[in-house]
């Protein structure tokens, strides 16, 4: 790419983050909510030493910041808590603290439902990545995972303030060294894949100057 050919590719990028930074500006909504959930978790791997029907319990919650930048994207930060115990036994399990970050989108704004039933209803879209500091029961250590999030979020809207919302949220481990159960899962350090899936119910909370949120502009 010769110079010429490099600055005019600048010059348009520039000009179009502009004009976005601009349109993104006018708009008349507020971009910053507030979430607050809580619900159960359903483990769905590693399956070793446990009853995974055991270990589906009312033991997570999780708060969340979220930015729209448009009608129809934003970003969300995220932390959460699970813990997960054996009925049996209940010292024995894994409690895991996870810090993240997602892309959301507007799943009603970008299928352009009817504005009638988006008025009241509303269904997000988000996925992203995390870390998870787990500690499990076995040990006094700490065992770091990285993680992989998808999810979709439903709404009901309240009043222009609160929303009424439903997520459903799989979580992937890309590595984990010890089960549900607290226990080391192989003899030999070698760490394994694991995955569990949130069912959450949930307030969120828009703040700012304008009437609607942009979920709801």
Same mark, same amino acid.
């Given at each position: 790419? !010769?110079?010429?050919?490099?600055?005019?590719? *600048?010059?348009?990028?520039?000009?179009?983050?502009?004009?976005?930074? #601009?349109?993104?500006?006018? #708009?008349?909504?507020?971009?910053?909510?507030?979430?607050?959930?809580?619900? &159960?978790? &359903?483990?769905?791997?590693?399956?070793?030493?446990?009853?995974?029907?055991?270990?589906? #319990?009312?033991?997570?919650?999780?708060?969340? /910041?979220?930015?729209?930048?448009?009608?129809?994207? /934003?970003?969300? /930060?995220?932390?959460?808590?699970?813990?997960?115990?054996?009925?049996?036994?209940?010292?024995?399990?894994?409690?895991? !603290?996870?810090?993240? *970050?997602?892309?959301?989108?507007? &799943?009603?704004?970008?299928?352009?439902? !009817?504005?009638? *039933?988006?008025? =009241?209803?509303?269904?997000?879209?988000?996925?992203?990545?995390?870390?998870?500091?787990?500690?499990?029961?076995?040990?006094?250590?700490?065992?770091?995972?990285?993680?992989?999030?998808?999810?979709?979020?439903?709404? &009901?809207?309240?009043?222009?303030?609160?929303?009424?919302?439903?997520?459903?949220?799989?979580?992937?481990?890309?590595?984990? =060294?010890?089960?549900?159960?607290?226990?080391? *899962?192989? #003899?030999?350090?070698?760490?394994?894949?694991?995955?569990?899936?949130?069912?959450?119910?949930?307030?969120?909370?828009?703040?700012?100057?304008?009437?609607? =949120?942009?979920?709801?502009?």
């Amino acid at each position: 790419m !010769n110079l010429l050919s490099f600055r005019t590719s *600048l010059a348009v990028s520039l000009i179009l983050l502009c004009s976005f930074i #601009a349109s993104a500006q006018e #708009a008349k909504f507020n971009r910053f909510s507030l979430e607050l959930t809580t619900g &159960v978790h &359903v483990p769905l791997s590693p399956g070793t030493g446990i009853s995974r029907t055991k270990y589906i #319990a009312f033991k997570q919650f999780g708060l969340a /910041g979220r930015y729209m930048f448009t009608e129809k994207f /934003g970003l969300k /930060g995220h932390y959460a808590f699970n813990r997960f115990a054996n009925p049996d036994n209940t010292e024995m399990g894994m409690s895991m !603290n996870r810090v993240g *970050l997602e892309g959301v989108a507007n &799943v009603g704004r970008l299928l352009k439902v !009817n504005n009638h *039933l988006r008025e =009241h209803f509303g269904l997000l879209f988000h996925t992203g990545i995390g870390v998870t500091f787990a500690k499990p029961s076995s040990v006094n250590g700490t065992d770091h995972m990285g993680n992989f999030l998808v999810g979709f979020t439903g709404e &009901v809207k309240l009043n222009e303030s609160f929303t009424l919302l439903g997520d459903m949220t799989y979580v992937k481990n890309f590595k984990q =060294h010890y089960g549900y159960d607290g226990q080391l *899962l192989n #003899a030999n350090l070698d760490p394994e894949p694991g995955s569990f899936v949130n069912v959450s119910i949930g307030v969120m909370y828009s703040f700012g100057e304008e009437k609607y =949120h942009a979920d709801w502009y």
